[in-house]
């Protein structure tokens, strides 16, 4: 037998160790597209986030999304949820990572994870765990060494993760980018020079970690090598990568807007969002992601940058009950179909650009073999065009954008919706029985043996760490201060977000702030008694910051001046005085809403339950209504509070704040911003608190209501969502 030298087997084998390297590097780019698998792609997406879901709903929403024609799934990591405390990770039920990216796997879809893992998006503190202000010495996002070193352990853990289950797309998974950091330029902007250290480090150390895949920075002007800056926004299709040898990438198409307590709905016309599109892909854009997708719940207290509502729904394509939002999902469905038809002329050949008439404009994808494409534009929100290409008219409505297959056919235009619109429906199917505790106002000598003393006053979460949305300020006041026959006027100021002030366990007033002004200040007249006098300062947050140059360093809760004015010495500065701090409240200590610790108090029953009291416990069961449309809660009665379903939260409740705003009649023509297509002012906020299936039990589901402000329980109803 014939043997081949050794030196030459050696030199095979590292040839062929090389090549099988060249076979596993399947994701790169150029200045057209991704390319996966030596292939060029126009890459649609759309943001799913797994906590603001079930892990029932994953498998259905990432099929609607796939039927809707995207590409990608992309979603946040959340950091807060993974490592609620140092070294003590969660990574089951909503936050199962992995679960969730083989879901998206199985149906032959990509990922794109942005691991942050600063997150923003409407999430409590960023997605940053709130231990993490308290390592000494930290400063968060700039190049500072205990934070690099932080966020350095957390991203390395969770692409080690991504590894070991073999999900990046080199291993024959379907992770095909990732991202650093997170709409970082403006923070880089106000730091300076900390700021540009810190983000040449993040590139450094993304790059380092040896994915396989491409990293990106989205709002990174900046984005040094080999990180690939990328636009979010309403519309992108001016925006350009940093260097001419990357794809031009729009990483959050915002297909609505958040909904703030005290605020309108937003919507936005599916008619804009679809010119956005067409005129990103009609200037070279290659990837187009919709922020929403699919909005979901901020369940529990995961809602931050103060006040966002329980429901992230964000007008997304598919709504927050994970039904289908028409006509949005099915004429997006359709550009999609068009996009794909005419993928290979985008990725073959650079636009040339012809300008037949004022605000219009023609793009032609002609390459010099296969199929050309066209997009023909009307940028004139009031008048439709007439355009004449190839010896062709086209009629085009005002405002929209035609794409013509073969440079002939008009296959889709952005205005014309041709996809059924649908109504949404809220049907009864459960009313309840309540039953009633009434949490008492502490005071400084309640004596719980939880009730902390300090000089002057302190800032909220520096006392609760999150442990809780609540914090009892208490001090004493002895009333021979007063004038004769006159009530003096108590003023408190308050780094927000709420607070109900009780004198002697009566309440005595309720104010708070909203997002444009988190700060309050409550300042009215007060009835005191002879000898001492109990105040009792109930200051609530309402998620925390999750945006802004330091959030960090942003104050919650009553932190003064409070002063009494109209006493017999004029006016007494009572942050001198001695105050006492009870974190959260007593219904909290004794996990009422839990069925076991429900049984350590007596509840009140029938003609006795309490209806608009303030600091009331509420708690009922019923058995799960039969099918399997989703469900929500109607607290259109209710005030503000919380709500819990077997033990789990379901979120804050807040109808009381009702909306205020611009609700004018919403045109899809023009620039588009969030203030531009409000809907239900002088409504609540939010009415409705999705329930999901998968969270109740055939029978004896256990359901309670925290109310703080005062509501009528009778009329809260479990209705069934259908369109």
Known sequence: MWRMPRIKILLLLVIFSCICSSINATVSYDDKAIIINGRRRILMSGSIHYPRSTPEMWPDLIKKAKDGGLDVIQTYVFWNGHEPSPGKYNFEGRYDLVKFIKYIQEAGLYVHLRIGPYVCAEWNFGGFPVWLKYVPGISFRTDNGPFKIAMQGFTTKIVNMMKSAELFEPQGGPIIMSQIENE???????????????????????????????????????????????????????????????????????TGWFTEFGGPIPTRPVEDIAYSVARFIQNNGSFVNYYMYHGGTNFGRTAGGLFITTSYDYDAPIDEYGLLNEPKWGHLRDLHTTIKLVEPALVSAYPTVIYPGKNQEIHVFQPKTGSCAAFLSNYDPHFSAKLMFRNVQYNLPPWSISILHDCKNEVFNTAKVKASSTQKKMTVVETFKWESYNEEAPTSDSGDGDTLSMEGLYEQLNVTRDASDYLWYLADINEHFLKNGQFPTLTVMSAGH?????????????????????????????????????????????????????????????????????????????????????????????????????????????SLVAQKQPLTWYKTTFNAP?????????????????????????????PGNKAHGNCNKCSYTGIYNENKCNQYCGDPSQRWYHVPRSWLRPTGNFLVIFEEWGGNPDWITLVKRTT
């Open 184 to 254: 970082y330029g403006p923070v880089e902007w106000d730091i300076g020079a900390p700021g540009k250290a810190y983000s040449k480090w993040a590139a450094k150390m993304a790059d380092g970690l040896k994915t396989g895949v491409p990293w990106i920075m989205c709002k990174q002007e900046d984005a040094p090598d080999p990180m690939i800056d990328t636009c979010n926004g309403f519309y992108c299709e001016k925006f350009t990568p940093n260097r001419p040898y990357k794809p031009k990438m729009f990483t959050e198409l915002w």
């Open 498 to 606: 709420a607070l109900h002030v009780f004198i002697n366990n009566q309440l005595s007033g309720t104010v708070w702030g909203s997002l444009k002004n988190p700060k309050l200040t409550f300042s009215q007249k007060v009835k005191l008694r002879a000898g001492v006098n109990k105040i009792s300062l109930l200051s609530v947050s309402v998620g925390l910051s999750n945006v802004g140059t330091h959030y960090e360093t942003y104050n919650v809760g009553v932190l003064g001046p409070i002063t009494l004015k109209g006493l017999n010495e004029g006016t007494q500065d009572l942050m001198k005085h001695k105050w006492s701090y009870k974190v959260g409240l007593r219904g909290e200590s004794l996990s009422l809403h839990t069925l076991d610790g429900s049984s350590s108090v007596e509840w009140l029953q029938g």
């Open 626 to 654: 039969e099918g399997n449309e989703p469900l929500a809660l109607d607290m259109n009665s209710m005030g503000k509070g919380q709500i819990f379903l077997n033990g789990e939260g379901l979120g804050r409740h807040w």
